[in-house]
């Protein structure tokens, strides 16, 4: 997967609290297979439902963060959910708070799920429901989110090692075999790493 840096990018604004994985990507197409595909799947129901979808308005092709609310990715335990959120080209979701496992299946996935403030996260969506488009800067060597033009700013707020991996992008099968001598030399000498 890529290395996870630096991101600038405007809002795909999908709000609303407890969207689960089953609206991310219903069950039908959990096993689509490719790029192409997952994309078409990604909220396939919703899409089909209302021509002016977000995901479907022109304005919004080639932006890379989604802002969400609350409980973002809750439900099923699909992995398929954070594929076919990579797959239409979302990097990063900004929300109040993720479905545990949701997020770690983002984060094995190169996507960063960043829970922003209460009161950043109130303003955002204040800004966007009065018709603002921000621009995000995400930097996630300086663990920093900015929306210059709102003047808000918070931390990234991940933890060390999963950062670390995505600043690598690596997830943590690499990570292992990227230490196999050293877990090799653990098992022939029978004793803790050096």
């Not at 994309?39 to 963060?65: C, H, I, K, S």
């Amino acid at each position: 997967m890529a290395s996870f840096r630096h991101l600038r990018s405007r809002l795909v604004p999908l709000l609303g609290p407890d969207i689960d994985t089953d609206q991310i990507i219903p069950a039908q197409y959990v096993n689509a297979a490719g790029t192409e595909a997952l994309a078409r799947a990604l909220f396939r129901r919703l899409r089909d439902q209302n021509a002016r979808f977000v995901l479907d308005r022109p304005e919004m092709a080639g932006r890379t963060v989604m802002l969400v609310g609350s409980n973002f990715g809750c439900g099923s335990s699909r992995e398929a959910a954070a594929w076919a959120l990579s797959a239409w080209g979302i990097r990063a979701l900004i929300g109040r708070s993720f479905n545990a496992t949701f997020s770690g299946n983002c984060l094995q996935n190169g996507l960063l799920p960043i829970a922003a403030p209460l009161e950043a996260h109130g303003a955002l969506c204040e800004a966007i429901g009065a018709g603002a488009d921000p621009e995000i800067a995400i930097d996630l060597e300086r663990d920093r989110v900015e929306f210059t033009e709102l003047g808000i700013a918070f931390s990234v707020g991940l933890e060390p090692f999963a950062r670390e991996l995505l600043l690598r992008g690596m997830d943590e099968l690499h990570y292992l075999l990227d230490r196999r001598a050293e877990i090799e030399a653990y098992e022939t000498r029978g004793g803790p790493l050096q």
